[in-house]
């Protein structure tokens, strides 16, 4: 249980019963993924089996890009499939993405960290069977890669 004092709220803490989370984690290279961007392709799920509260979600991530024309990224969303187009996707919560930012022989890695997080009323409910997902793009080059770990905080609904 985390037990936080409520500053601003009186005297009354909030209190997160059963708090829960895991780790998705993806490290590839393009040819594992072979989706252009906008198009994103699902690398890894996490499978929430009873309805829940979504908190917070962190992503912190490594891009090597050397290709000259395409985007290479890395998505958390609520899973929608194993093809997405991000350009119109309802439930993306995160993402990295960057252009060329190597060439083949000289990596120079795209490393970012952020997080989103939900306030004691405002949590995301995701429903039993609801899944969160890592979502990548990269053009089919191995020279392109991934590196990518999202984290991801909840509690059991009704808690």
């Not at 993806?26 to 690398?43: E, M």
């Not at 060439?103 to 995701?126: M, Q």
Request: aromatic share 8%; charged share 15%.
């Amino acid at each position: 249980m985390i037990d936080c004092n409520a500053a601003g709220r009186g005297s009354t803490p909030y209190r997160f019963t059963n708090f829960q989370s895991r780790n998705m984690v993806f490290d590839g290279v393009g040819t594992a993924v072979n989706a252009v961007f906008p198009l994103a392709t699902r690398v890894t799920t996490l499978d929430l089996q009873a309805e829940a509260m979504l908190y917070a979600l962190s992503l912190s991530s490594s891009l090597i890009n050397a290709t000259a024309l395409d985007t290479v990224g890395i998505f958390v969303a609520t899973d929608a499939g194993l093809l997405i187009d991000t350009s119109d996707m309802v439930g993306l919560f995160l993402s990295h993405i960057t252009r060329q930012n190597s060439i083949v022989g000289l990596a120079t890695a795209s490393s970012r960290s952020n997080a989103l997080n939900f306030g004691e009323g405002t949590a995301y409910k995701l429903s039993s069977g609801q899944r969160l997902a890592l979502y990548a793009c990269s053009a089919n080059a191995a020279d392109n890669e991934i590196s990518a770990i999202c984290s991801i905080y909840w509690t059991p609904a009704g808690r």
